[in-house]
């Protein structure tokens, strides 16, 4: 090959390697371009979801949420938005991972004697859920509720025969005070129907989170009440001693909510200060 | 040096000053995208803090009620009480922050977090109704919700 020969040949060489740097360098652009955008829409709807979620939380009420489809986890302390952004979520929720554009919210309150918190369930809005006949009345109508279980994505009852372990739905058996998530066998014990709303819209290691978390709530709310106690019993007729007494042991002692309640309403009916 | 070789070199300089223009422009790009999420943070912060002005006057930590159901005031023997509490628990929910409670002339910190540092200050506040179980009256309180910055 003559020396022009070689240079032309060169000179092409020289063109492509310049031309795959020049191409890798904005094709690894554009894949970080991306990555950013995506992490940018993930992060408005994180935010987007947490302001949502604490806008809720002051009052009972059920909304829904509409978004392009994407996926949302929750591991008891943080929401996770397509598997990308974490957001810490620092309130009582019942959910499962949602892989969906339309979102359910649900806030209901949690009384155990007294108001413990505003808890959210939150779900995909198109799953169908079948109730026992006793646990439909306080369901809100934005949750698809079906009248046949074989029709649902979850059911909840205390039928034996509806909850036969089927792999393509959720199914959660209420029996003797007791929750079971059928999928894995996880049991937990309750005394109020609210949890059973909560195992219908969480798996057994939300449940127990929130659960213990309402629980720590409970604790904290039963201290401020003792202090409350300890001053209008200060403050109020000597003859209303013996029943503050009475509701701080029920506090104290983490009575059933029946027994706390009844020491407070008990209050009114002899003219003392009801403490909540 | 021959031609060719001047031709080769001359090359490369022209595309190693093409690089150093693409990366510069790449850096200003990111700069630029990153000062629009961080932007994007202090808007959604800023909703959460006004959210909070709502959020806080409902808590079952300070809201009053009788006999299990719930009303729109603040009891003021609940809030001294919270006031009082000193609970970690708060500190995930509230963060950066201060709450304040105005009333009867009296200052209570429901909630305290100030950082030892910080570039600024924003308070927000709206008038509440505050209960005061021992003579059963009401006054018109302020709570503030103060917000640190870093």
């Not at chain 1, 949602?98 to 808890?119: C, N, Q, T």
């Not at chain 2, 002339?105 to 709206?126: N, Q, V």
């Not at chain 2, 009401?138 to 103060?146: C, D, M, Q, R, S």
Request: hydrophobic residues 40%.
């Amino acid at each position: 090959m003559n020396k022009k020969g070689q240079g032309v040949q060169f000179n092409w060489i020289f063109i492509v390697i310049a031309g795959v740097f020049v191409l890798m360098f904005f094709l690894g652009f554009l894949v970080k371009y991306m990555d950013i955008q995506d992490s940018k829409q993930n992060a408005q709807y994180g935010w987007d979801f947490k302001n949502h979620i604490l806008g809720l939380k002051s009052t009972e009420q059920y909304s829904n949420f509409s978004a392009p489809r994407f996926k949302i986890n929750y591991d008891c302390e943080n929401i996770i938005i397509n598997g990308d952004q974490g957001f810490s979520m620092p309130y009582s929720i019942f959910m499962e991972e949602i892989d969906s554009g339309e979102i359910l919210f649900w806030v209901e309150e949690y009384h155990k004697g007294f108001l413990v918190d505003r808890v959210v369930f939150i779900s995909d809005a198109s799953k169908k859920y079948y109730f026992d006949e006793e646990y439909r009345s306080n369901i809100p109508p934005n949750i698809r509720l079906v009248s046949s279980a074989s029709n649902a994505d979850v059911v909840v009852s205390s039928d034996p025969l509806k909850v036969v372990d089927e792999r393509d739905r959720k199914e959660i058996f209420v029996n003797n005070g007791m929750i079971e998530f059928v999928d894995d066998g996880e049991r937990f014990l309750y005394d109020n129907d609210f949890f059973i709303y909560g195992a219908a819209f969480s798996n057994s290691e939300i449940f127990k989170c929130t659960q213990d978390d309402l629980e720590e709530r409970f604790d904290i709310l039963s201290e401020l009440y003792i202090s409350k106690i300890s001053y209008l019993s200060s403050s109020q007729s000597a003859s209303c001693t013996p029943l503050y007494n009475t509701l701080r042991n029920a506090l104290t002692f983490s009575l059933t909510a029946a027994e706390i309640k009844s020491s407070n309403d008990n209050l009114i009916n002899y003219g003392c200060e009801v403490v909540f | 040096m021959k031609r060719g070789q001047l031709q080769i070199q001359e090359s490369i300089f022209v595309l190693f000053v093409f690089f150093i223009i693409l990366v510069i422009g790449m850096v200003v790009f990111y700069q630029m995208e990153f000062r629009s999420i961080e932007r994007m943070r202090k808007e959604n912060e800023d909703v959460t803090f006004y959210y909070l002005i709502s959020y806080v006057p409902a808590m079952p930590e300070v809201v009053c009620s009788e006999k299990g159901i719930v009303e729109e005031c603040i009891d003021l023997v609940k809030a001294r009480a919270f006031a009082s509490y000193d609970n970690d628990y708060y500190r995930k929910i509230f963060g950066n922050r201060k709450i304040i409670l105005n009333a009867d002339g009296e200052k209570i910190e429901l909630y305290d977090f100030e950082p030892s540092k910080y570039s600024a200050e924003r308070i927000i506040s709206t008038p509440v109704s505050v209960y005061n179980p021992r003579d059963k009256s009401y006054t018109i309180g302020k709570l503030e919700v103060h917000d640190y910055e870093n």
